[in-house]
């Protein structure tokens, strides 16, 4: 079955850890996207990663870093510095050279308590 | 600064109704708008629309771009409750650098 996983479903953390989201992908796309979903205000784009190797701020790339070592995988690390990081987080991805159809994620609730 | 808006907000009809949905946007180097639907976690793509005036269709579900307007209607006629979800709207650039920027969605319920 071709998709994107992310993993955790649900993750915990406390206050002051650093924490990684995991997202693959099978579908053979070029480019990946985390975005972060918070009650009313639609999903904004943390960051995004067009090759291997290379990657992109988006718009709310502040306390937030990303590695893009394979093509199939795009982890995101939440760290201490994310002032705020209680939200949904989701990651696509889309063949490169297309209109843009971005395929999602089940996404991952991070909470921090 | 670019932006996408969408209304209304949140919406709450009965089965059988028909919706329309709005989405208005500001952006430079427009390219094409999207449509997605969220039910519970993944968004799942709906419409692409780059032309203006053609309406794309998809069982009770149609949605029209007008580029004079800077906007784009979806509409959902005989609606049903697992039409209940959160809409999305979101725009690209022509310059390619793959982002979408998104509204703030349309949550619908649609009670029986």
């Known amino acids: 079955d071709g998709g994107i996983t992310q993993s955790p479903k649900y993750l915990f953390r406390k206050e002051g850890q650093n924490v990684t989201l995991s997202c693959e992908q099978n579908?053979?796309?070029?480019?990946m996207y985390w975005y972060r979903q918070d009650p009313g205000q639609g999903l904004r784009l943390i960051y995004y990663?067009?090759?291997?190797?290379?990657?992109q701020k988006g718009d709310i790339a502040e306390g937030y870093s990303v590695s893009r070592e394979k093509k199939e995988s795009f982890p995101l690390t939440v760290t201490s510095a994310q002032k705020n990081p209680t939200a949904f987080y989701l990651c696509?991805?889309?063949?490169?050279?297309?209109?843009?159809?971005?395929?999602f994620g089940p996404g991952t609730r991070l909470t921090v308590l | 600064e670019d932006k996408v808006v969408q209304s209304p907000l949140s919406l709450v009809v009965h089965e059988g109704d028909t919706v329309t949905l709005n989405c208005s946007y500001e952006?430079?180097?427009?390219?094409?708008l999207l449509w997605y639907k969220q039910e519970k976690k993944a968004p799942t793509f709906l419409f692409m629309l780059?032309?203006?005036?053609i309406e794309k269709k998809s069982g009770r579900l149609s949605s029209i771009l007008d580029k004079k307007e800077l906007s784009s209607i979806l509409n959902i006629t005989a609606t049903q409750t697992g039409d209940s979800a959160i809409y999305l709207c979101?725009?690209?650039?022509?310059?390619?650098?793959?982002?979408?920027?998104f509204g703030q969605g349309t949550t619908l319920q649609v009670k029986p």
């Open positions: 579908l053979n796309h070029d480019a």
């Open positions: 696509a991805s889309s063949i490169w050279d297309s209109d843009n159809e971005q395929f």
């Open positions: 979101a725009v690209s650039f022509s310059s390619n650098t793959g982002k979408l920027i």
């Open positions: 952006v430079t180097n427009f390219r094409s």
């Open positions: 780059t032309s203006s005036g």
């Open positions: 990663s067009q090759i291997v190797n290379d990657f």
